[in-house]
């Protein structure tokens, strides 16, 4: 099993280190940390798809923009066919029909994006997440998060409840429809409803992509968080349960701590966890 990190997609929000902690200039560097697995008998496994070759074609064509003017504003979103999922595979010799699967951390707009680039793929995501993502989007942060013209498309649904096995203390989904059991959904909620990390068992040991459990580096790794106020702000702004997304958040720091050796944990937007990954160095 080799996996690859991508980075399929690139936001650069004013406030500069106040987001992302080491910027010089006015503007910050977030990345959308995605990953791909090339599996022995599965075919490829995409963890996560970052923004689309269609969210850069058309982010905003009304009357369903793909994405918010709102949500492109305020992250300032670099839109760049040559960062989508697509063209970084068959960059590396794959075409899209080789992804047979993609497994989400959830379903926002800055992850879903990809997910019609790989219309032969099987999508597996929490069933909490599909329902709050296609159905009522009452209220700013529903309306501009879940963008159903983003996935309208997905045929191939597989859906699954929050009960599984036990994997260090959390609930995990192991039996995913046609893939190894060496990847795994963990249920971590409070960003959305439905949100989740994915796990995945290599030789070396456990990775874990939390997603957006936590957004900054130094929120794991150490007892006592630490996050820049752009992304405290923007966790908050964006959190359907501040005492489930505290609650998750802590047990992923824990993890990260007392099974430091057995399991490596990265999130979705951390630019230097990002490359210090796709550099082979340990988080
Ligand atoms: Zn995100």
Known sequence: MKIHHLNCGTDCPLGGALFDGRSIGLTGRLVCHCLLIETDAHGLVL??????LRDVDHPHRQPNPRITCAMRAMLNIKLRAQDTAIRQIEALGFRAGDVRHIVLT???????????DFPQAMVHVLEKEWSAATGPRPGFVLRNRYRPSQFDDVRNWRR???????????DAVRDLEGLPPEILLVPLPGHTWGHAGVAIQ????????????????????????????????????????REQRLAN?????????????DVRVLCAHDPVEFERAAAGVLL
Do not use: N
């Open 47 to 52: 963890v996560d798809t970052g923004y689309g």
């Open 249 to 261: 958040q802590q047990r992923v720091r824990d993890l990260s701590i007392a099974h430091r050796r």
């Open 106 to 116: 959830h379903l926002d707009f800055d992850h879903a994006g990809g997910l019609e």
């Open 160 to 170: 699954y409840g929050s009960l599984g096995e036990a994997w260090f203390g959390f």
């Open 202 to 241: 290599r030789p070396e040991g456990w990775l874990l992509h939390a997603g957006d459990a936590y957004f900054y580096r130094e929120e794991v790794r150490r007892p006592k968080r630490r996050c820049t106020p752009g992304l405290r702000g923007y966790q908050t702004m964006m959190e359907v349960s």
